[in-house]
């Protein structure tokens, strides 16, 4: 009952900013849990950042604290994710995902929904 769809990615060089949209739409969004994951070729799929419905509680990846930002507007049916100085390492496709209760989820069984995703690359 929830889509979602991802905006913001591209080409950046190493230092830069990015700022992923996550636009969703059904009767339930608003007050679900969203997560944002990521997956670089090669990969396992891992969780970058989560926020619970009320946008009170929050959680980072160690490899991105203190560079991204998860937040919400649930006026606009959105999530953000705000990335800041930006590494190669960062490169990968970014995904939102939303689960069915308002509590902060962690683990990628928990989410119930998905987007397509949304390609950042980021060169040295």
């Known amino acids: 009952q929830v889509q979602l769809v991802e905006s913001g990615g591209g080409l950046v060089q190493a230092g830069g900013s990015l700022r992923l949209s996550c636009a969703a739409s059904?009767?339930?969004?608003?007050?679900?849990?969203v997560g944002w994951f990521r997956q670089a070729p090669g990969k396992e799929r891992e969780i970058v950042a989560a926020?619970?419905?009320?946008?009170?509680?929050?959680y980072y990846a160690d490899s991105v604290k203190g560079r991204f930002t998860i937040s919400r507007d649930n006026a606009k049916n959105t999530v953000y994710l705000q990335m800041n100085s930006l590494k190669p390492e960062d490169t990968a496709v970014y995904y939102c995902?939303?689960?069915?209760?308002?509590?902060?989820?962690?683990?990628?069984?928990?989410?119930?929904?998905w987007g397509q995703g949304t390609q950042v690359t980021v060169s040295s």
């Open positions: 995902a939303a689960g069915r209760t308002g509590r902060l989820l962690v683990a990628t069984n928990d989410y119930n929904y």
């Open positions: 059904g009767r339930t969004f608003s007050f679900a849990a």
């Open positions: 926020i619970s419905r009320s946008g009170v509680d929050t």
